[in-house]
């Protein structure tokens, strides 16, 4: 496929490409907010003795998988 013929093969490209910086920073923040919440709940779970057990333990069978390939 020849890139100057991008258009004949995906109409709608050169609108699609279009971004507004407006919205795009509202959907980083909301992105960025989203993640402090899930921070929060992590912190507030590894308050847990269940929790930090269970951390531990998926912790050390992530590391033993990854370690083996």
Do not use: N
């Amino acid at each position: 496929m020849d890139p100057l013929e991008l258009e004949d093969h995906i109409p709608y490209a050169r609108e699609a490409s279009k971004v507004s910086l407006g919205e795009m920073d509202k959907d980083i923040q909301m992105l960025r907010t989203g993640l402090a919440d899930v921070a929060r709940e992590i912190e507030f779970h590894r308050t847990l003795p269940f929790m930090r057990e269970f951390h531990a333990r998926s912790t050390l069978r992530s590391w033993r998988t990854s370690s083996r390939t």
